[in-house]
């Protein structure tokens, strides 16, 4: 991984992890609505970027 792959892997899993504890999630389900909540915001970013 570059660090770029990095930055927005680590980007993706904070971004999740603060989604997990705002809503309380509990259970695969309301995780996997967090994860790719968090998946989305890093996508985001790395589009911002151009890259």
Known sequence: M??????????????????VETNNATGMEENKVAGKIGGSIAKNAKNGLGK
């Open 2 to 19: 570059n660090e770029a792959e990095l930055i927005f892997t680590a980007l993706a899993e904070l971004s999740t992890r603060q989604v």
